[in-house]
């Protein structure tokens, strides 16, 4: 007959193992290999301030393959989707709900920028309204407060995953020249676990950055700070050291 003792730290770790119950969720068709869209900025940086429609045209090619399937001959599709958006509109920020909004109805309606900057233009008037007579808003929901809670985010995330649903998120930072920025970025997936009561928090979101110059997907760990959530790795893949980035708002757009 066998005995295996366990010291007091190793039972904490088993115990802690049977406790966390990992798992990740992914947008529908998508896994960390293949089916999510990254399209990236210019190389000579004439579209540096466009991440909104980027970040909005991940999101719709991926809808329109995935919802529409076949879609009618004069609808830009995948790599098409970004060249519509950047030909379309000025160089500067905006927003990637008001970017769907103008493929799927031709209505474009940003509201004033914090920053005070001037929003981006219509400079095309034959593209755009894609869709029209469908009701657009069904597709999308958010939470659009400043700083939307952890608890928010993990509930929006894990019901809109297991849905096959996709996100955005905008996210802020400071620079080392002491200034904030935002910056928005395509959501395809999260790690999550499960303690034993139930309770469930992200462990990681899987983004795809239109900064980046490649297409990639990145996996970034998060860690929760005064109930917010935020990137929780020393040196982002991008960015550098830039201390905390918090992940502020969220859309979900759904696929049926």
Same mark, same amino acid.
């Given at each position: 007959?066998?005995?295996?003792?366990?010291?007091?730290?190793?039972?904490?770790?088993?115990?802690?193992?049977?406790?966390?119950?990992?798992?990740?969720?992914?947008?529908?068709?998508?896994?960390?290999? $293949?089916?999510?869209?990254?399209?990236?900025? /210019? #190389?000579?940086? @004439?579209?540096?301030?466009?991440?909104? !429609?980027? =970040?909005?045209?991940?999101?719709?090619?991926?809808?329109?393959?995935?919802?529409?399937?076949?879609?009618?001959?004069?609808?830009?599709?995948?790599?098409?989707?970004?060249?519509?958006?950047?030909?379309?509109?000025?160089?500067?920020?905006?927003?990637?709900?008001?970017?769907?909004?103008?493929?799927?109805?031709?209505?474009?309606?940003?509201?004033?920028?914090?920053?005070?900057?001037?929003?981006?233009?219509?400079?095309?008037?034959?593209?755009?309204?894609?869709?029209?007579?469908?009701?657009? $808003?069904?597709?999308?929901?958010?939470?659009? /407060? #400043?700083?939307? @809670?952890?608890?928010?985010?993990?509930? !929006?995330? =894990?019901?809109?995953?297991?849905?096959?649903?996709?996100?955005?998120?905008?996210?802020?930072?400071?620079?080392?020249?002491?200034?904030?920025?935002?910056?928005?970025?395509?959501?395809?997936?999260?790690?999550?676990?499960?303690?034993?009561?139930?309770?469930?928090?992200?462990?990681?979101?899987?983004?795809?950055?239109?900064?980046?110059?490649?297409?990639?997907?990145?996996?970034?760990?998060?860690?929760?700070?005064?109930?917010?959530?935020?990137?929780?790795?020393?040196?982002?893949?991008?960015?550098?050291?830039?201390?905390?980035?918090?992940?502020?708002?969220?859309?979900?757009?759904?696929?049926?």
């Amino acid at each position: 007959m066998f005995r295996i003792l366990l010291s007091a730290g190793m039972a904490s770790l088993l115990v802690q193992t049977e406790l966390a119950q990992g798992e990740t969720l992914w947008a529908e068709g998508v896994n960390e290999q $293949k089916g999510w869209y990254d399209f990236n900025k /210019s #190389p000579d940086r @004439s579209d540096s301030e466009l991440c909104w !429609a980027i =970040t909005a045209a991940n999101l719709i090619a991926w809808w329109q393959e995935h919802r529409v399937g076949a879609v009618r001959p004069e609808i830009p599709q995948n790599q098409q989707v970004w060249q519509v958006f950047r030909a379309s509109f000025s160089n500067d920020g905006s927003d990637p709900d008001e970017a769907m909004n103008w493929w799927f109805s031709g209505g474009y309606e940003p509201r004033q920028s914090p920053s005070g900057l001037p929003n981006a233009v219509v400079i095309r008037r034959d593209a755009g309204a894609y869709y029209p007579g469908m009701d657009w $808003k069904k597709l999308l929901y958010r939470d659009r /407060s #400043p700083l939307v @809670s952890a608890e928010a985010f993990t509930r !929006a995330f =894990t019901e809109g995953f297991r849905r096959g649903d996709a996100f955005w998120v905008g996210v802020s930072f400071l620079k080392p020249d002491g200034k904030r920025y935002t910056h928005a970025v395509t959501v395809w997936g999260v790690d999550c676990e499960q303690d034993a009561a139930g309770k469930t928090r992200l462990t990681a979101l899987y983004m795809a950055d239109s900064d980046d110059g490649c297409r990639t997907l990145h996996r970034i760990p998060l860690r929760v700070k005064d109930g917010r959530l935020m990137f929780d790795c020393a040196r982002h893949p991008i960015y550098g050291r830039i201390g905390d980035i918090t992940v502020n708002n969220y859309t979900g757009l759904r696929l049926r």
